[in-house]
């Protein structure tokens, strides 16, 4: 079964304008972590933003903000005002806690286009 | 800052032929990460190593192994390159095993096996 789906492939946003990127999760444990990354055309992996299962305020970093919903099993990814620079590949990715595997598990994935 | 410097960003190898690639890291991490990155399927662990000389399998370890003789090193062997393992591979590391750590990754191997 799939542990992260992120449903988008695809994604267009007007420079400026605020997008949210989907993602959701499946786990058993209490316990876990959740990442996301970008990857520009050039392919490196650019760690972005963190949101732990106990942490009771949804994470943000400058423009990226994640919208945790527990119960549902969602952390989707909000990044405001968006730039050109913005265009590139969205992961989620979860690490399960207590035991769980060390590696993270990546979802498919969604490439964000900002238009001028 | 972190630095995970893979041997190379682009690499053509003939199918049956053993292929190295190289991966290191310069912070004394002690968890070691293989991935490769297919379109639609994301990232795919292959293999991970959290000492020297210890891995442990993947989801996708058939075709590939794996050696970690020094703590900053950590090899992906194919052992007979294939055509299906055209693809792009990514290393990562990350120090403690503390849940919000995250993976420090290189700019990745662009494989093709003709």
């Known amino acids: 079964a799939q542990k992260i789906t992120q449903t988008q492939p695809g994604m267009f946003v007007q420079e400026k304008e605020a997008v949210t990127l989907d993602c959701t999760y499946d786990?058993?444990?209490?316990?876990?972590?959740l990442f996301w990354y970008k990857q520009p055309s050039s392919g490196e992996m650019i760690f972005l933003i963190y949101?732990?299962?106990?942490?009771?305020q949804n994470a943000t970093e400058g423009r990226y903000s994640l919208n945790f919903q527990k119960a549902r099993k969602s952390a989707n990814l909000v990044i405001s005002a968006s730039q050109l620079g913005d265009s590139a590949m969205y992961f989620c990715?979860?690490?399960?806690?207590?035991?769980?595997?060390?590696?993270?598990?990546f979802g498919s994935g969604t490439r964000l286009q900002v238009q001028p | 800052d972190v630095k995970v410097t893979q041997s190379s960003r682009y690499l053509v190898k003939r199918t049956g032929e053993k292929v190295f690639l190289e991966c290191v890291q310069d912070?004394?991490?002690?968890?070691m990460f293989w991935y490769r990155q297919d379109p639609g399927l994301g990232l795919r662990l292959i293999y991970f190593?959290?000492?020297?000389?210890?891995?442990e399998k993947g989801d996708i370890p058939e075709g590939y192994s794996v050696s970690r003789e020094k703590k900053e090193r950590f090899s992906l062997i194919l052992e007979s390159a294939s055509t299906n393992q055209t693809s792009m591979y990514l290393c990562?590391?990350?120090?403690?095993?503390?849940?919000?750590?995250?993976?420090?990754f290189g700019d990745g191997t662009r494989l093709s096996i003709l």
């Open positions: 786990t058993s444990d209490q316990s876990y972590g």
């Open positions: 912070m004394d991490h002690e968890n």
């Open positions: 949101q732990g299962s106990y942490d009771e």
């Open positions: 990562a590391s990350r120090s403690e095993d503390r849940l919000n750590q995250p993976q420090h």
């Open positions: 190593s959290y000492d020297v000389k210890m891995k």
């Open positions: 990715a979860m690490r399960e806690g207590q035991g769980g595997r060390r590696a993270l598990t």
